[in-house]
């Protein structure tokens, strides 16, 4: 997995709640059994005004001028915005996938659903849970400044911009020290081989129906 | 101290060590697999050399892309016909027990995994889709995982995990004639919001859920996802055994009742504690649609669509009127007068024998209505599907003018070729009504399968109860 310390990059701000995992990468694309190149569809519904499906050429279709991350001053952006319980609905990792792809590294919301917030992590994209009046502060100010910008320190857990704004944001310790990292999740649980047999052999006993 | 709750039960018995912070390695007795979510799993497995820890704990099977119609010339779709075929392969070279396209016991990951016995009550049941919330009804802690942790379940038998806190949500009383499972879970998340149930494992219990048939819990278990909670529960009672009992894969003999024995203590303890509980009424609720882009806009049949002022806060009226303007109805319109060109009947929600009965019941010899362009009926899975057609459903279906097609996941979804066109709106047995879900542009109302099949005739929304 991506490492993660420190991020810094221009905000895109999507201003919705409830953003799902159809919307982020709609259903065509998950026939795809690669883990790459969903960047280029993230949002595709909201993104393009033409019905888009996999493997046809994405830059001749036609792009919606009002949709956030076609603006120009988002092209690059790195760290996005948004309302309430995002990520909600399927368990598709791709839509992490996708906002990786894109480039995205760290999503800004007030609530994420739970599946998508445990996917991230897997991806090294960040989610960022802030109040939902900070969330608002920052809307107001990506309006004020198209290429309002924050700084995202893993180590210190603090998100700040360039006018002396700082905030600090909670993560699991656990988690934090993986992305810290870049560990391998299956690499850490297979150090622990011996307490998962250890496990088995003491479950077979009391309910072996379950090892039939 | 007080006395556990169902789910800090089953979260127990599986936990194999704890990190300080309390993450814990939580063991997994039952993988189920399906072709969208695990083929890059299989290949993160195979470029890192290793092995599947417990292939016995797999059940693999086909659902999303596959066609329901006639399916000996195969999927015509390349992109879809190749993950199904990286599936085949996967199943072959790993050993895995497996269900393909051409096996009568194909069908919904959802709905073959209780109907075989490869759910059981008191397992750690995950699948690399929400809807695995669905197999909670059996007392199992069961809940959807992205393809990364479909990965670390094939190679370690285990999952990093927080534990989730604990809310009851009791349904008390009787249900009205007429209101069913779907219904009730709809009037939850109404009431608890789309993100309601965040952070929490949700336990469904009190008089109205017990009443409920396995058929009936699932569908409530089903949704817990789209409350926000990543596993749904129900306590294991008598119609939890007799659903179990004599399944393929269920223990038998001895072993079937030193099982029995076991489940029969899953149950919260009366003295648990809940963080949150939430009680709803049976009686007060009534046939439920949902008029918007997020299951959480639902209502009662009989009332109007909502209006943007009717919210509270900014967010909640912005939300309404996007959905207003993508659902293409205005504030203030009945329910009832809202005129539908499709109806799906199917889905991990309601594609199981009992809402094929529930549908099949309402039509009376009438003929679906001519605004109405497909009436699609798919059960949820080839068992199913036989069942049904020997108690007849499928020619009142056929007769009335319904499509009966072949199991899978179809238009829940729209991976495969049965979906919404830009615009049509359907009235739909699934579980989400998110933009595009059934298809780009298309519009969806989730309803119960008895008040779809009277949309289906009626060629809009009407009251089941009257109709």
């Known amino acids: 997995m991506k490492a993660f310390t420190q991020v810094s990059g221009i905000v895109a701000p999507l201003d919705r709640s409830n953003v799902d995992t159809d919307a982020i990468i709609p259903k065509q694309y998950l026939k795809s059994i690669k883990r790459s190149g969903f ?6 519904d909201w993104r393009y005004l033409d019905p888009g499906e996999p493997g046809q050429d994405h830059a001749k279709r036609r792009v919606n001028p009002e949709f956030v991350l076609n603006q120009p001053n988002y092209q690059s952006a790195n760290i996005l915005l948004a309302r309430e319980n995002f990520g909600c609905g399927s368990s598709r990792e791709h839509a992490v996938w996708a906002l990786d792809d894109f480039g995205f590294r760290a999503v800004i919301a007030p609530s994420f659903a739970d599946i998508f917030f445990n996917n991230s992590f897997k991806s090294g994209l960040l989610p960022i849970a802030l109040s939902a009046e900070v969330v608002d502060t920052l809307f107001k100010r990506c309006a004020e400044d198209a290429q309002y910008s924050l700084t995202i320190d893993l180590a210190a857990q603090t998100v700040s911009d360039t006018q002396g704004w700082t905030q600090q944001f909670d993560i699991d310790p656990f988690r934090k020290h993986c992305l810290l990292n870049g560990l391998d999740d299956i690499g850490l649980t297979l150090q622990h081989s011996d307490a998962i047999k250890a496990y088995e052999a003491q479950r077979a006993k009391t309910a072996p129906w379950l090892f039939a | 101290m007080s006395g556990k709750t169902l789910y800090d039960k089953i979260w127990e018995q599986h936990v194999v060590r704890s990190e300080e912070d309390g993450t814990a390695l939580l063991y997994i007795d039952r993988h189920l697999v399906h072709e969208v979510t695990s083929p890059q799993a299989f290949e993160g497995l195979t470029l890192a050399n290793r092995q599947p820890w417990r292939t016995s704990s797999m059940v693999a099977v086909v659902d999303h892309n596959v066609p329901t119609t006639d399916r000996s010339a195969g999927i015509a779709d390349p992109v879809s016909r190749l993950q199904v075929e990286t599936l085949d392969k996967n199943a072959d070279s790993f050993k895995l027990q497996y269900f393909n396209i051409n096996d009568v016991r194909q069908g919904i990951v959802h709905v073959i995994g209780p109907e075989q016995g ?13 809807h695995t919330a669905t197999h909670g009804a059996f007392g199992a802690l069961a809940f959807g995982i992205g393809t990364s942790e479909v990965e670390h379940v094939m190679a370690t038998q285990c999952l990093l995990q927080k534990k989730m806190k604990n809310m009851l949500v009791r349904v008390d009383g009787e249900l009205g004639v007429g209101v069913t499972a779907k219904d009730v879970v709809l009037a939850i998340i109404g009431k608890i919001g789309t993100a309601g149930g965040t952070g929490y494992t949700i336990e469904f219990g009190g008089s109205a859920i017990q009443s409920l048939s396995m058929e009936g819990r699932m569908t409530v278990c089903n949704m817990a996802i789209e409350g926000g909670a990543r596993a749904g529960l129900v306590a294991v009672d008598q119609t939890t055994i007799d659903y179990v009992k004599d399944r393929p894969m269920a223990p038998k003999g001895e072993q079937w009742d ?3 024995a076991a489940w029969r203590e899953l149950t919260s303890d009366d003295d648990a504690v809940f963080d949150k509980v939430v009680v709803l009424d049976a009686a007060e609720i009534e046939p439920q649609v949902t008029w918007g882009t997020s299951p959480e806009m639902v209502t009662g049949v009989n009332s109007a669509v909502p209006a943007p002022a009717d919210f509270d806060d900014a967010v909640k009226q912005n939300a309404c009127s996007n959905a207003l303007k993508y659902m293409g109805i205005e504030a203030k319109a009945p329910m009832t007068s809202i005129q539908i060109d499709k109806v799906f009947i199917g889905s991990c929600t309601n594609s199981r024998i009992e809402d094929l009965r529930e549908a099949a019941s309402v039509i009376k010899g009438r003929r679906v209505a001519n605004n109405v362009k497909l009436a699609l009926v798919v059960p949820g ?25 072949e199991p899978g996941c179809s238009m829940c979804l729209a991976m495969n070729a049965d979906r919404l066109e830009p615009g049509e709106r359907c009235a739909s047995t699934s579980n989400r009504n998110f933009e595009g879900r059934q298809g780009a542009g298309g519009r969806t109302h989730l309803v119960s399968p008895a008040m779809a099949s009277a949309a289906a005739l009626a060629g809009h929304f009407v009251d089941v109860r009257s109709f």
């Open chain 2, 258 to 260: 030193a099982a029995v």
């Open chain 2, 381 to 405: 899975s080839g068992l199913v599907k036989k069942q049904a057609e020997q108690e007849g459903l499928d020619k009142l279906f056929i007769d009335a003018g319904f499509e009966w097609r």
């Open chain 2, 118 to 130: 490869a759910t059981l009550p008191g397992m750690t049941v995950v699948c690399g889709d929400s």
């Open chain 1, 39 to 44: 960047g280029v569809t993230l949002f595709d």
